[in-house]
């Protein structure tokens, strides 16, 4: 789970990936971009050459039209950047596969329609109003839990284990239907991955052991099927999904859920309290929070490069030429400030009209939990700053560690305060 610190570094230069004096504006190498073209060269550290999108319009269409395929395990080259840990799976899989066989495997974030559309129309069969709303009720609890251990255990604590970490990983493990007994285990594994301080081996040993977690846990739900969405991937699927798929399925759950989520809710935590005005208004009317959410993610938009697309046929896009073959990546962060969409577009604004933003991208492969982030992200930031009405960041805001090496940004910790 979790893209490791180095894939990044290796390809691009350091400007684009650093932030600037801002942490929540994009790294100025990418800035500097704006207005230089939507669809603009990417020239990469390893001599090979990527094509930029920086404005809405042009990333929609990439992210819409076939012509740019997901399938980076097909069409994979030397130079494609890889998001989430496509690395990990890559690497069990040497050489590109232009055979165009059927896939067997479960990892539908990398496949087109018609084989993409198969897995998600499953899932998407499984997100239902009803387990939706048992999760709502359950992130609520789960929100509540963990502010009141953090009161009750004194005045200061690192958020990102304390909240922001646990509450994703708990609403997953919900959603998949761990049992209690394995939670722990579950999230020691998973928390490695995101861990920055963790050695390559260690991230090796933690994958393999959560993917014989995975297998275990495949195998119980078709042993001791239960009211949970794993449990009705197997049972309902027709033809149904061999096991090592459903694994790869229980695992981009994870890694698309859990990550995101995390870094969302302990950056938001983070720039509204370096907006204490904006903070004031969600306080002052819980009722703005569901806006303040759909700003937040537009604004810090954490998928940084991580959002990219294989040419299976040459085209132009934006002035552009683009041959077949080449990876074109979404500038999210940017696009997401492109000025011909929004007004001040570098302003945190919570009042700002709700519009449609692409932090969850767009298309066949636009997020699937996107309502489950946003309660998440709702009801998370309403629990915390509700009940901890003084919360403050407990050092300068120069020393929090920021998650610029990682494809999902965010920060490592965020030590606070509500004394
Ligand atoms: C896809 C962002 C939370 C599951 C995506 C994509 C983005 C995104 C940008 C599109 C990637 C692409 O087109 O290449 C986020 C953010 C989140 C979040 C910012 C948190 C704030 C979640 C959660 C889940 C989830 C909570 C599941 C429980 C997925 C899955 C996909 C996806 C399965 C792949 C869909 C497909 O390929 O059809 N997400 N996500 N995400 N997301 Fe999320």
Redesign the pocket.
């Given at each position: 789970p979790g893209a490791g610190p180095t894939a990044m570094r290796r390809i691009l230069p350091a400007d684009m990936v650093e932030r600037g004096r801002c942490p929540f504006d994009p790294p100025p190498g990418l800035r500097a971009r704006r207005g230089q073209g939507t669809v603009q060269p990417l020239p990469l550290l390893n001599g090979a050459q990527a094509w930029l999108v920086t404005g809405f319009e042009e990333a929609r269409t990439v992210?819409s039209d076939a012509r740019f395929s997901?399938d980076k395990v097909r069409h994979r080259d030397a130079t494609s950047l890889q998001?989430y840990e496509v690395t990990e799976m890559a690497a069990t899989t040497p050489e590109p596969d232009t055979t165009l066989a059927g896939r067997e495997d479960g990892f539908?974030?990398f496949?087109d329609p018609p084989e993409?559309t198969r897995i998600?129309r499953l899932?998407t069969g499984q997100f239902t109003v009803r387990r939706m709303r048992a999760l709502e009720s359950r992130v609520t609890e789960i929100a509540i839990e963990h502010v009141e251990a953090m009161k009750a255990a004194g005045t200061e604590a690192d958020l990102v284990p304390a909240f922001a970490l646990p509450l994703?990983s708990l609403?997953?493990c919900e959603?998949l239907g761990v049992d209690y007994a394995d939670r722990a285990e579950f999230q020691e594994r998973t928390a490695v991955g995101l861990n920055a301080n963790a050695t390559d081996e260690e991230r090796a040993v933690a994958g393999a052991e959560l993917y014989a977690f995975m297998q275990r846990l495949v195998a119980d739900k078709r042993a001791n099927p239960a009211d949970d969405l794993l449990s009705g991937l197997v049972h309902d699927a027709d033809p149904p999904l061999t096991d090592a798929q459903l694994v790869d399925v229980a695992l981009?759950?994870l890694g698309?859920?859990?990550e995101?989520?995390a870094n969302?809710l302990g950056l938001s935590t983070f720039a509204l309290l370096e907006h204490p005005d904006q903070l004031a208004a969600m306080r002052d009317d819980p009722t703005r929070i569901d806006n303040a959410v759909e700003e937040l993610?537009r604004y810090l938009?954490?998928?940084q490069l991580?959002?990219?697309?294989v040419t299976t046929e040459p085209v132009t896009l934006g002035g552009a030429d683009i041959p077949a073959g080449a990876t074109v990546v979404i500038a999210?962060p940017e696009v997401n400030r492109d000025p011909r969409h929004w007004p001040n577009p570098d302003r945190l604004d919570v009042h700002r009209p709700r519009t449609p933003h692409?932090?969850?991208?767009?298309?066949?492969?636009?997020?699937?939990?996107?309502q489950?982030?946003r309660v998440?992200?709702q009801i998370g930031l309403r629990e915390l700053i509700t009940r901890l009405p003084n919360l403050r960041l407990a050092v300068p805001a120069e020393q929090v560690p920021l998650r610029d090496e990682m494809l999902i940004f965010g920060v490592h910790s965020l030590p606070v305060t509500w004394a």
């Open positions: 992210l997901a998001p539908f974030v496949m993409h998600r899932l994703p609403v997953i959603l981009v759950l698309a859920g859990h995101t989520t969302m993610l938009t954490i998928i991580g959002v990219s697309r999210t692409l932090a969850f991208g767009h298309g066949v492969h636009q997020c699937l939990g996107q489950l982030a998440e992200m």
